[in-house]
C-alpha cells in the first residue's frame, strides 16, 4: 500500500509512486522465516511490479535488478517457489531492460564451488532469459528515450530562419494507459506534447495526444488555435506506433493549406488547416516536451471564437475537392475532427502541457514534404532502423536533403553539417 500509496490491488490505476518499501521486500525475504509468507510477497512483488510497462520502467530504474539477485544469493534461507517468483520477476524486469553489469551479476550467481554440482536455480534462470531474448508480439524499439516524468524532454535549438516551405514531422512511440485514468477532452486536463514548435509573438506549430489518448494536431496563429483530431484511435495500447505529419502551405492566391496524418504507414485522415507565417525565428522548439506554455490573455483581449456553420447534405465533400492524385482524400467530415479556438485559451480547452509521458523512438523533422512512400518505407524499417538514409538506392535516398534535425536514442556519430543530428543512449 505504501508503495502505491493506495490500496495495492489497484497498482494498475495508480502505479507505484514510491518504489523504496518494494525494494525493502524484497532485501527482507530471506530473513522470514515463514514459507508461506515468503511466497505471499515475493508473488505479490511480481504482481505489482510487472502489472504494465510504466511499473517495470519504475523498478528499473530504482535498480531492482540488482536487489532481486542479490536476494538470490540467500537460496539456502528461500523457499523454492519464493526464489521462483523472483526469477520471474526478474525475467520480466529484464526484458524491459538489463545492463551488461547486471547481466554478469546473473551469470556469477549460478557458479557453484563444485563445478560438476548444477545450482538450483539453472533451469529457471535459463528460462527466464530466454523469455527475455524471446520477441513477443509486434516489433518494440530496443532504444528509445523514456519521457515519463512529467518535466521530461528535448529541447532543441532554435530555428533562426526556415529553410523550406512546408513542415513534415516523424516519431516512434509507445504510451500507456494514463495511470490515473483516462481523462475527457475537457477543462483541466492535461496534453501530452509530440512537438511545438513556437516563435516569440506564439505562432508555429504543436501536436499532443490528449487525455483520452487521441492525436491532436495543431496550428497556432496570432489570433486563432486551430486543431485537427484523428479520431477512433487511441494511442495508450502500450505498443509502439510511428506518427508522421505534414503540413503544406496553400498555392496563392486561392489555394487551401492542408495537413496529412499518417499512423503506421497509412494515411488516417487528411483536412484543411491553417499554415502559420515561417518568416520568424522559431525560437520554442521542444519534442515530447512541456517547453512551451501559454499565457491566457485577459478576457478583454479574447475574441469570439469563429463560427461554422454544419455540413449541408448533397454537396460533394471538401474532401474529394481538394484531393490531387498520389495525396488521397479526406477521410473523415471536417466538422467532426477540426476545431478553432481564440489563441491563447488552449490550455484552459486542453488542458496544461506536459512531456510526452512515455517512451520516444528515433525522430525527425522535415522542412520539405514527406512523400506517402517515404513514411511507408520508414514504417517498414522499423523502430531499430539505426539509419535510415543508408540505402541511397530506396525512396528515402533524397531525405537528408530535406532534413531539419534527426533524433536518435542510439548513440552514432555524424560529420553532416548541413542539418541537425542528435543522439544519445536509450534506455
Aim: with cysteine; net charge neutral; proline share 7%.
Amino acid at each position: 500500500n505504501m508503495a502505491v500509496e493506495g490500496d495495492h490491488t489497484s497498482v494498475g490505476i495508480l502505479g507505484i509512486s514510491n518504489v523504496q518499501p518494494l525494494l525493502l521486500l524484497t532485501q527482507w525475504l530471506p530473513e522470514l522465516e515463514l514459507p508461506d509468507l515468503q511466497i505471499f510477497i515475493s508473488d505479490w512483488l511480481k504482481r505489482i511490479c510487472c502489472i504494465n510497462r510504466q511499473s517495470r520502467t519504475t523498478c528499473v530504474n530504482a535498480r531492482m535488478v540488482v536487489c532481486i539477485l542479490k536476494t538470490l544469493e540467500s537460496h539456502c534461507s528461500l523457499h523454492r517457489s519464493c526464489a521462483e517468483n523472483l526469477i520471474g520477476l526478474l525475467g520480466s524486469l529484464g526484458s524491459q531492460s538489463l545492463s551488461g553489469p547486471e547481466l554478469l551479476q546473473l551469470m556469477r550467481l549460478l557458479r557453484t564451488e563444485d563445478p560438476k554440482a548444477a545450482h538450483p536455480y539453472v533451469v529457471p534462470m535459463l528460462r527466464a532469459i530466454l523469455g527475455m531474448a524471446r520477441k513477443q508480439g509486434l516489433e518494440n524499439a530496443l532504444q528509445y528515450f523514456d519521457l515519463s516524468p512529467s518535466m521530461a524532454g528535448i529541447s532543441v535549438p532554435t530555428v533562426q530562419r526556415w529553410p523550406g516551405y512546408a513542415f513534415s514531422f516523424f516519431a516512434w512511440l509507445s504510451l500507456d494507459q494514463d495511470q490515473h485514468g483516462p481523462g475527457l477532452l475537457s477543462k483541466g486536463g492535461k496534453r501530452k506534447q509530440l512537438y511545438s514548435y513556437f516563435t516569440a509573438s506564439g505562432t508555429g506549430f504543436e501536436a499532443f495526444i490528449s487525455s483520452s489518448g487521441v492525436l491532436v494536431v495543431a496550428v497556432c496563429t496570432k489570433k486563432e488555435y486551430v486543431t485537427v483530431m484523428l479520431p477512433d484511435h487511441c494511442f495508450f495500447d502500450s505498443l509502439w506506433h510511428s506518427i508522421a505529419v505534414v503540413h503544406i502551405p496553400g498555392k496563392r492566391p486561392f489555394g487551401q493549406s492542408l495537413v496529412y496524418i499518417y499512423v503506421n504507414g497509412q494515411q488516417k485522415l487528411s483536412a484543411p488547416l491553417k499554415f502559420p507565417t515561417m518568416t520568424e525565428p522559431f525560437i520554442s522548439c521542444c519534442i515530447g516536451s512541456a517547453g512551451h506554455r501559454t499565457t491566457t490573455p485577459p478576457p478583454s483581449q479574447i475574441s469570439d471564437p469563429p463560427f461554422s456553420l454544419p455540413s449541408t447534405p448533397g454537396r460533394s465533400s471538401l474532401g474529394g475537392i481538394l484531393s490531387s492524385p498520389g495525396w488521397g482524400g479526406l477521410l473523415s467530415k471536417p466538422e467532426s475532427v477540426t476545431k478553432v479556438i481564440s489563441a491563447g485559451t488552449q490550455d484552459s480547452e486542453w488542458g496544461s502541457p506536459t512531456s510526452l509521458e512515455g517512451q520516444l523512438g528515433y525522430v525527425m523533422v522535415l522542412h520539405d514534404i514527406m512523400q506517402p512512400t517515404q513514411v511507408k518505407a520508414l514504417y517498414s524499417a522499423g523502430p531499430n532502423c539505426i539509419s535510415p538514409f543508408k540505402n541511397q538506392e530506396s525512396e528515402l535516398a533524397d531525405l537528408p536533403s530535406k532534413l531539419l534535425l534527426y533524433y536518435s536514442p542510439k548513440l552514432q556519430v555524424y560529420r553532416d553539417t548541413s542539418w541537425l543530428v542528435y543522439s544519445g543512449v536509450g534506455s
